[in-house]
């Protein structure tokens, strides 16, 4: 019998020893790729309020307790207290600090470093976890080395799990006859007694039957695992590879991993109450879920904390404290799939001019986005309350679509696609093609604007009744919205009041081609050089427009639009970066967009957005423009302030007529999402511009007390050339001009 078993078990063993050396040595987790946020940057003097900061810290999984630990905060009035975690940005690592924030009159007052005890120019809050790229498998993980592992963790773990891991070869057989004795009085399997190495091998090698043959077999692989690598090489791989607990379909494994899940913090800020708990959730995670479960986490936390004073691993005192406290878990799980899809929606997009869907998923990389999660939520808040307050019972249901946007540098900071901001599918702010209408105005009139030789915001310009042949040989007059023709106007109130009549005027003489031309540049998308171009005839998404109103926002520059920062190698290497800064903008382009601005300005004080006044807008400045198709379809506003760029798109699905302006649907839910954001007023430079009173009956300069004088600004240089004055000494002016001048503006003052 002995020879029969030698002669079969030796061969057994061979392959056995072969099998398991080539897969032990292979052995490659698939790590996913995580994505997240920007980090928040705080900076004194910046606009900011509690329940902003609040919410940076809700998103990031701070839970409010004390500000020491990473991971956590305390309030006291105005003053917070904050320890942020370490995390690496595209500039290298970032690490832990304890700050203090001081709040006053919606800015942030200071920032300090507690530690240091002083004042800090700049310090940043570490990015909230938005999405994450799973392989073929959802396993969430975070591989670590045995040297980054706390030591309490490496010993208590053996205390509790194997005690006598340092001694045995793979399996206890003092463990394996006490099973076997339970097992037999039960007359089944009830008990087992795996050692760390046994339960490593069911992990990555075995099924979780409940068998002979099984533990056989894992008997084997266990005493071949120990004869082949160190204890060191064991223990790396059972705490890489430890199921600790499940979040829908994405299940939890390693150490590393399960402290962010169950704490939100990194492995090397665990306490000791918090690795207890670790290590008593190995026997059973869904039974000791401290989340679902929390007395009996915390019976088992407490039994195990137990276990390490009677050892010697921890003091009498440490347990007592330990056990006093509470389970410490975080609300939320530091594990995100894909929080906020219509902005991933375009991650996506603009990630695969470089990777392949393939090379992400599973990749271990880190993907640093331009998320802000304030700015995302109180975006889908605004969405989501003003379509609630202006959706008629009879009506169609509404829809919206909303892009935020950095003026500086061209961060999409949010992204909204769906009135349930967490449904995924039709992402209506990237994808959706709807006519613009009004919106397109403005870039009319800064090709006009771009030629000061030809044209001011004081231009006089016919706003009348215009009948244009088309290519095709039909006619278009277009009409005002109000029905009526206004007469001669400038050309900042036909802006500001978005008169059709005088636009398309405007338009035909800088010519649709050029406005064509200029859609090109500034967000490539080819438009068809009609006429009715000029009255935003086209088809183009939220999206699409942020893109062409960035160049106004931003000054002049041409900024694409991105919401990629860079990607990181799994040791926090940059392998790509998408930071750089976009080029200056040209003179005569910066000129133009400042005049532009200052007109769509005045929309806001007394044109078609003058409703933002009353909503308590008016100390940002801002500027903007509302939209409004044909029979009410859609909704437009696009509308910046100082830092901030929003467009909002509302209407329906079905392309029905839906009863709103740009005023009533769109601009309510920019104003919603700006009565909140923490944005700073818009201050347009004055470089390159000069102001000029101007009369009020013909182009030429005059006093400011004249009546009806108004100021304009113009490019420097370019006032008009004639001066008329309302004083005394006015009848001068009648040698400034010819017979043929005077005769004329004497007519426009008789009519």
């Not at 540098?409 to 599918?425: F, S």
């Not at 003179?587 to 007394?606: C, F, H, N, P, S």
Request: hydrophobic letters at 40%; proline letters at 5%.
């Amino acid at each position: 019998m002995l020879g029969l078993a030698v002669g079969v078990g030796v061969p057994v063993f061979y392959v056995l020893d072969k099998r398991v050396q080539a897969e032990f040595d292979a052995l490659v987790w698939q790590v996913p790729t995580r994505v997240y946020a920007r980090p928040m940057l705080l900076q004194p003097g910046m606009r900011l309020d509690a329940d902003t900061l609040l919410i940076e810290l809700g998103v990031a999984g701070y839970r409010e307790d004390g500000g020491d630990l990473p991971g956590t905060w305390s309030r006291e009035g105005n003053t917070f207290r904050i320890g942020t975690r370490a995390f690496t940005d595209l500039d290298g690592p970032v690490p832990a600090m304890r700050l203090e924030l001081v709040l006053s009159g919606g800015k942030l007052a200071s920032v300090s470093d507690r530690k240091a005890g002083k004042r800090l120019e700049s310090a940043r809050i570490d990015p909230a976890r938005i999405a994450t790229l799973y392989g073929d498998v959802s396993e969430e993980r975070r591989l670590v080395q045995l040297e980054d592992v706390p030591s309490l963790l490496v010993t208590g773990l053996q205390a509790v799990e194997d005690r006598n891991f340092k001694h045995h070869h793979g399996i206890d057989p003092w463990g394996i006859l006490r099973a076997a004795w339970v097992n037999a009085r039960e007359g089944e399997i009830e008990q087992g007694a795996s050692t760390l190495t046994q339960q490593l091998v069911r992990n990555l090698f075995l099924s979780r039957e409940v068998a002979w043959s099984r533990k056989a077999k894992e008997a084997a692989y266990s005493i071949i695992i120990e004869a082949r690598y160190d204890k060191q090489r064991i223990l790396e791989a059972y705490f890489n590879e430890v199921y600790l607990g499940q979040h829908g379909n994405q299940s939890i494994h390693g150490i590393a991993a399960a402290s962010e899940f169950w704490f939100g913090r990194d492995l090397s800020t665990l306490r000791t109450q918090d690795m207890a708990l670790l290590v008593g959730m190995i026997q059973g995670p869904s039974l000791y879920d401290p989340r679902r479960r929390p007395e009996a986490a915390k019976k088992r936390r407490d039994l195990v904390l137990a276990m390490w004073r009677d050892t010697g691993l921890i003091s009498a005192e440490e347990a007592k404290q330990a056990m006093a406290s509470g389970l410490g878990v975080s609300a939320r799980p530091g594990v995100a799939s894909n929080r906020y899809p219509a902005f991933m929606d375009l991650v996506r997009r603009q990630l695969a001019r470089d990777y392949p869907a393939d090379a992400l998923r599973g990749a271990g990389l880190v993907v640093l986005t331009t998320l802000s999660p304030s700015g995302q939520v109180l975006g889908e808040r605004a969405v989501s309350g003003t379509l609630d307050k202006v959706q008629r019972k009879d009506g169609p249901a509404l829809q919206a679509g909303l892009v935020l946007t950095d003026t500086d540098g061209g961060e999409v900071l949010a992204m909204v696609g769906n009135r349930d901001a967490d449904q995924p599918g039709f992402n209506r702010a990237l994808e959706a093609q709807r006519p613009v209408g009004s919106l397109l105005k403005p870039m009319v009139y800064l090709l006009a604007l771009a030629q000061p030789d030809r044209w001011s915001l004081a231009t006089p310009v016919e706003d009348a009744p215009v009948d244009i042949v088309l290519p095709n040989g039909k006619r278009w007059s277009p009409e005002n919205s109000d029905g009526r023709s206004h007469g001669t106007v400038s050309l900042a109130d036909a802006l500001a009041l978005s008169y059709n009549q005088a636009t398309v005027r405007v338009g035909m003489e800088v010519g649709p081609a050029r406005l064509a031309e200029l859609l090109k540049v500034l967000a490539g998308l080819r438009a068809q050089p009609n006429p009715s171009l000029i009255l935003g005839s086209v088809d183009l998404s939220p999206f699409a427009m942020a893109q062409v109103y960035q160049f106004l926002a931003s000054g002049g520059q041409i900024q694409p639009l991105r919401a990629v920062r860079g990607v990181l190698d799994e040791k926090g290497k940059a392998l790509n970066r998408y930071d750089h800064a976009a080029p200056p903008a040209q003179e005569g382009d910066a000129i133009a967009a400042r005049l532009v601005t200052l007109a769509l300005q005045d929309t806001v004080q007394r044109g078609t957005a003058r409703q933002l006044l009353a909503d308590g807008l008016g100390h940002l400045r801002p500027a903007g423009k509302t939209g409004t198709s044909n029979d009410s379809r859609d909704s437009w506003y696009a509308g910046y302030t100082g830092d901030h760029l929003a467009v909002v798109w509302v209407g329906n699905d079905r392309n029905e007529p839906t009863g709103l302006y740009g005023s009533t649907g769109a601009m309510r839910v920019w104003s919603s999402l700006f009565a909140k954001l923490p944005s700073a007023p818009l201050d347009v430079g004055m470089q390159g511009l000069e102001w000029g009173w101007v009369d009020a009956e013909v182009y030429a300069t005059t006093e400011q007390d004249c009546e009806g004088a108004r100021r304009y600004a113009f490019v420097a240089g370019y006032l008009p050339p004639e001066h008329v004055s309302c004083r005394r000494n006015r009848w001068l002016d009648w040698f400034r001009f010819g017979d043929d001048d005077r005769r004329e503006r004497r007519e426009q003052r008789e009519d």
